[in-house]
């Protein structure tokens, strides 16, 4: 493979979400194999959470100056996660470097961002952005009440959306998000479906760990972790376990922060629901709270766009329960590495059901966290390394599909 030289756009310069954790490894992987990477970032990020950890060899750029340097820097092809200001991005694809762009939320394809109904029940939304979601926004109260509110968001991912079709390659880590693109007219020539790194070849290399032995007759954990806001759907896992039979009810731990943590405190104490809340963890203390875990818990009433903690925590033969949405269906295997409850619409009874029928049989448990150890190994850096490395190649000798 001719090593290239890779200028990267992404928005933040800490760890604020699953996009942020994937860089960290995808530079790095990358700058490994010998490419020349630089990365520009927007805006530092939230101060509560982590800078980016990233190979001394992957340049970062940041600040007023940022975009001269990495004008200057002489990228052979643009590669951009989720840049927030419209006039960046723009002068980004005024450089005229070939260009692709990796989708992994709905920034540009929903006014809300998060593609779902709040009301009457909370539910995903298939609708391709249009005039006819401003009729539903304040009816199925996607987001806030402010009209100005709705009508900026709106043009804001209808701007987005068009940026997006500038791009020479579109790449996304599901099938469900192709599919949705396709719908809000994204060329399908131009989109590229490659399998997600998630783990480090290193944790592949050497044979899975060693599943970790769980006491018979204890009480089980279910973990689950992310940004505590609404459609994270933390508050329905927590009603979840409380439908249980109180016997029957396992410990809940909650990883995370967000604005709805204390309601969720004060909720799972009126439900009966021991419950741990550990605020944001990283690293070795969180892979620590996954393997003592019986089961993840992905309780997103949105549809998700992959989830990648399923994944990690399958790494540790940890299988999972969630709603059918999204792209989780791609990683979480019925039956084999966990269980998917019903999704549209997402109850608390058909995920406490789901948990239930995990954790009833204990050999069932055992084999689904065999099988959710095999699945995860299915989303290492290595693969992704290889798919990116192809479409960035191919996009660096020229090779590139009518415009939209």
Known sequence: MTTLRVGVAARWGRVVGGVEAHLELALTGLAARGHAVALLVEGDGPVDRRPLRLSPAVHVLRGASALAAF??????????????????????LELGRPSAAFV????????????????????????????????LYPVRRCGGRSPATMLVSFMGARARLALLRRYARVLTHSGHMAEELARCGVLPARVRVVPFGVLEDA????????????????????????????HKGFSTLVEAIACLAPDRRPALVLVGDGPERARLELLARARGVRSTFTGWLDGGALEGVLRGADLLALPSLWPEPFGMVGPEAG??????????????AEWLVDGRSGRLAPGDPPTAAGLGAAIAWCLADSARLAKLRQGARAEAARFTLGRHLDALEA?????AGGRRDAPS
């Open 71 to 92: 004008a200057a820097w002489g990228p052979q092809v643009l590669y951009v996660h989720g840049v927030e200001d419209l006039a960046l991005e723009r002068s980004l």
């Open 104 to 135: 992994h939320d709905y920034a540009r394809t929903c006014v809300s961002g998060v593609k779902a109904f709040a009301w009457p029940t909370p539910r995903p939304c298939g609708r391709p952005l249009g005039p006819v979601c401003l009729g």
């Open 203 to 230: 944790t592949v290399a050497g044979g899975p760990p060693a599943l970790v032995a769980r006491p018979a007759g204890g009480t089980a954990t279910v973990v689950a972790a992310g940004r505590m806001v609404r």
């Open 315 to 328: 790494r540790w033969g940890v299988p999972a329960v969630a709603f059918d949405v999204g792209g989780v």
């Open 391 to 395: 479409e960035l190649g191919q996009l």
